[in-house]
């Protein structure tokens, strides 16, 4: 399995919790790479089999020698994880530079789409591949909007869900499946990288389980969508969001 931006918040514990499950785990980092040792060296502690391998999913030529450093270590790839992302300040799109835009969609959406590619390379049966299945981290503000916060991250995050689906149609007769996860009010360090670290408790009361959810919350459904059990689901988009 390669879960890019494995680093941290559900990359962290999506790792941790594939590594229990049997998983060989390349934990993809960006500037992180304290965090990423960290989880290899859990997984590793637990007995499982990790590395952690530095690439910008937003740069082609480096997601090009991430998947060949996974070929090296593990052999040909099996699941995907596209969990790399980012937000940015709260904004108004008025106040958007071209520039954060062009970041936004870099990596949430050229750089998940990218990771794709090579990973169909390596799984389809058209290309000589056993299978394999993709998971895409997308989020339940490309429902919502996410008006006068985070507009272009909800933008970006609706571009995944299309992808979702006409990848997972793309592929379906090739062995491959692909889903997507649509996260809420989960407690990660990303909000406090968007400047509002306080958000989840801020806005809890409007989720009608009255809580944010957990990276682990987030972590098992990823899981269940990349296992066995879940052999005919495919082109779904899955809402972990406490029914917000």
């Not at 987030?218 to 005919?232: D, G, H, N």
Request: glycine share 12%; with cysteine; proline share 2%.
């Amino acid at each position: 399995m390669l879960v890019t931006g494995g680093s941290r918040g559900i990359g962290a514990a999506t790792a941790l919790i594939a590594a229990t499950r049997g998983y060989a785990v390349a934990v993809n980092y960006t500037a992180q790479p304290a965090a990423a040792d960290e989880v290899v060296r859990r997984i590793r502690a637990g007995g499982g089999r990790a590395v952690a391998l530095h690439a910008d999913v937003a740069q082609e030529d480096q997601v090009l020698a991430l998947f060949e450093q996974v070929d090296r270590e593990f052999g040909r790839l099996t699941a995907l994880v596209n969990n790399a992302g980012v937000v940015d300040v709260q904004a108004r799109l008025e106040d958007m530079s071209v520039q954060r835009l062009k970041r936004m969609f870099d990596i949430n959406v050229i750089g998940a789409m990218v990771c794709a590619r090579e990973a169909v390379k390596r799984m389809s049966t058209r290309h000589g591949g056993s299978g394999g299945a993709i998971v895409n981290v997308s989020s339940a503000a490309s429902r919502l909007g996410a008006p006068g916060q985070y507009l272009d991250y909800a933008a970006a995050k609706g571009a995944i869900d299309t992808f979702t689906i006409g990848l997972a149609k793309e592929v379906a007769a090739e062995g491959i499946r692909v889903n997507a996860v649509r996260p809420g009010l989960i407690e990660t360090e990303i909000h406090a990288s968007g400047g509002l670290p306080n958000r989840v408790r801020e806005l809890q009361h409007l989720v009608p389980m009255q809580r944010g959810g957990s990276a682990e919350e987030v972590a098992e459904a990823i899981i269940w969508l990349l296992s066995p059990q879940a052999s005919y689901t495919t082109m779904s988009l899955v809402d972990v969001s406490g029914g917000r």
